[in-house]
């Protein structure tokens, strides 16, 4: 599949157009960006009413740490693809044969990603029953270890970098 990675589709304006999309019985445009906020990057796309020449209302994508537009050469369709912290190693490395990041922000989340990723290979979960009077970590406890060791796995990923401070 030959692919090719969309850049600057940061919002409405500098959205990437499809100039021949489907809409019920006629033909439209149909734009698509990548949101970023706090919370991560989401895909949305918006629809142009063809009756009344007005964007219809966006429509938005679940949240991911790192998102991609990309127009698959194969149907000439635009795509996307995403990831977030908690994939595997080797989901990371397929994703990351597939498209290219150069920014500040996108490179960060790669190491952050990659640094969870180290941290599930050591993780092991019990599961227990009621009537088990063994003392328990709260989820918050366990959230707190697992940022813990994560922090520590990014500062060692920032050193094989040469990057440490």
Same mark, same amino acid.
């Given at each position: 599949?030959?692919?090719?990675?969309?850049?600057?589709?940061?919002?409405?304006?500098?959205?990437?157009?499809? %100039?021949?999309? @489907?809409?019920?019985?006629? *033909?439209?445009?149909?734009?698509?960006?990548?949101?970023?906020?706090?919370?991560?990057? *989401?895909?949305?796309?918006?629809?142009?009413?063809?009756?009344?020449?007005?964007?219809?209302? @966006?429509?938005? %994508?679940?949240? =991911?740490?790192? &998102?991609?537009?990309?127009?698959? +050469? +194969?149907?000439?369709?635009?795509?996307?693809?995403?990831? =977030?912290?908690?994939? =595997?190693?080797?989901?990371?490395?397929?994703?990351?044969?597939?498209?290219?990041f150069s920014t500040?922000?996108?490179?960060r989340e790669i190491?952050?990603? *990659?640094?969870?990723?180290?941290?599930?290979?050591?993780?092991?979960?019990?599961? &227990? %029953?009621?009537?088990?009077?063994? @003392?328990?970590?709260?989820?918050?406890?366990?959230?707190?270890?697992?940022?813990?060791?994560?922090?520590? +796995?990014? *500062?060692?990923?920032?050193?094989?970098?040469?990057?440490?401070?």
């Amino acid at each position: 599949m030959k692919l090719i990675q969309l850049h600057g589709n940061v919002n409405a304006e500098t959205a990437y157009i499809v %100039s021949d999309y @489907p809409y019920g019985w006629k *033909r439209t445009k149909k734009r698509y960006w990548i949101e970023t906020t706090k919370r991560g990057q *989401r895909v949305v796309g918006q629809t142009l009413n063809p009756k009344t020449q007005l964007w219809n209302k @966006p429509k938005k %994508s679940t949240y =991911s740490d790192l &998102r991609v537009l990309y127009l698959n +050469e +194969e149907n000439n369709h635009c795509e996307n693809d995403g990831i =977030s912290a908690g994939a =595997s190693e080797e989901r990371l490395n397929e994703f990351l044969t597939k498209f290219e990041f150069s920014t500040k922000r996108d490179l960060r989340e790669i190491d952050i990603i *990659r640094a969870y990723g180290r941290v599930s290979n050591h993780l092991t979960w019990t599961i &227990r %029953s009621d009537d088990d009077e063994t @003392p328990r970590q709260t989820t918050k406890e366990q959230n707190k270890l697992v940022n813990a060791v994560a922090r520590h +796995e990014y *500062r060692e990923i920032q050193k094989e970098k040469g990057e440490s401070k």
